[in-house]
Nanobody, 125 residues
Framework: QVQLVESGGGLVQAGGSLRLSCAASGRTFSSWSMGWFRQAPGKERELVAAINWKNSRTNYPDSVKGRFTISRDNAKNTVYLQMNSLKPEDTAVYYC??????????????????WGQGTQVTVSS
């Protein structure tokens, strides 16, 4: 079983930055996909970044491209989400997720097997 623990959320002003961390434990990583999703009230959970753990290839939607960067640290079994130029519409609960069966960096939340508890990101005007 894989455990995912997020940290780094908080309150930030528009234009500011936050760095989220997701520490994974319980299993050695292989050809997995790791993703960051967010969910705002009344909205569907959406992918904001994904990474192939093995080769570090990444995938981003247009809404965050150029502002968000996903990365990994093999030694720490940790994936990061660096968020720059934050906007109020980025306000959401952010979740770390792992797809342990594929390395396709899937866009759909139901493709991921494990989830962290979520961390709140609030961007003020």
């Amino acid at each position: 079983q894989v455990q995912l623990v997020e940290s780094g959320g908080g309150l930030v002003q528009a234009g500011g930055s936050l760095r989220l961390s997701c520490a994974a434990s319980g299993r050695t990583f292989s050809s997995w996909s790791m993703g960051w999703f967010r969910q705002a009230p009344g909205k569907e959970r959406e992918l904001v970044a994904a990474i192939n753990w093995k080769n570090s290839r990444t995938n981003y939607p247009d809404s965050v491209k150029g502002r968000f960067t996903i990365s990994r640290d093999n030694a720490k079994n940790t994936v990061y989400l660096q968020m720059n130029s934050l906007k109020p519409e980025d306000t959401a609960v952010y979740y770390c997720a792992a797809d342990t069966t594929r390395a396709t960096m899937g866009l759909s939340a139901n493709e991921y097997d494990y989830w962290g508890q979520g961390t709140q990101v609030t961007v003020s005007s």
